[in-house]
């Protein structure tokens, strides 16, 4: 594993009066970083009562670690995520996007841990599967991700990305906003997810909810409920959203989903 880093980019909204409630810790999915739970869900939980605290994995946003982002695995965006929950004043629930689902599941193969919320999360089949999929149906997709540099996206690769991660009826500044936090990703998590490095079953017994998308082409239905399935609890599917669920028109309706099963954990 690498080492420690400096700095994590920690973006923080608590409630404005003190709360029983346990602190959540969002983690971003893949080419990413926390800015993607700005816009809606850190104001929203947070004023819901729950202090909400969303980080960039290093090498992401403004968080220290890019010159080493190539070889960053798995286990050290766990590292990361561990030190942000030993800052805080209680044991978190964790709540993962995509590629952030897999390090929740990462974090309850090899240690206990209050809770995990796994958002569009990565198949058990492994990211392999997701790509050779993406790749038969779209190659525009597959050739525009392979080596994705975010300092060189023209107009065509922004149009063939943009199905596979929101639906048509997404602000237009949200999107703009968005595509200005898109960065490059590690490969060997991307190889790291293609093992299924995450796929160990559970070391200790945590409540696990799993929610996805209806229009997700990325993390689809069927693979919300394969998920689901491997954690023995059902999935919710949202209408209409697409992968960025955070970020779609629907995002209060995921809000509000996993609120109902917050409110269950103590």
Known sequence: ????????????RLPARATRKPPLIFVHGGYGDA???????????????WPAHALSLRGH???????????AGLDDYVAD?????GELDAAPILIGHSMGAAICERMMATRPIR????????????????????????????????????MRLSDDILKALRPFYFSDRVDPAILREALFHLKGESPR????????????????????????????????????????RHHQVDA?????????????????????????WLAGIQ
């Open 189 to 228: 998590v991307l190889f790291d997810l293609s093992l299924r490095l995450h796929w160990a079953p559970p070391r200790a017994p945590s409540p696990v909810f799993v929610m996805g998308a209806e229009r997700d082409q990325i993390s689809t239905p069927d693979d919300v409920q394969a998920t689901a």
């Open 236 to 260: 919710t599917i949202l209408p209409g959203s697409g992968h960025m669920l955070m970020l779609e028109p629907e995002w209060k309706d995921a809000a509000e989903a996993l609120a109902n």
């Open 115 to 150: 809770g995990a919320a796994l958002l569009a999360p990565v198949p058990p089949s492994g990211l392999l599967s997701v790509a050779a999929r993406l790749a038969a149906s779209n190659p525009d997709y597959a050739s525009h991700f392979v080596g994705l540099d975010p």
């Open 35 to 49: 800015w993607c739970w700005e816009p809606y869900f850190l104001p929203w939980f947070a004023a819901k009562g």
């Open 81 to 85: 995520v561990e030190h942000v929950a």
């Open 1 to 12: 594993m690498l080492a420690p880093q400096s700095h994590l980019e920690v973006r923080s």
């Open 61 to 71: 946003g403004t968080s220290s670690g890019a010159e080493t982002l190539f070889i």
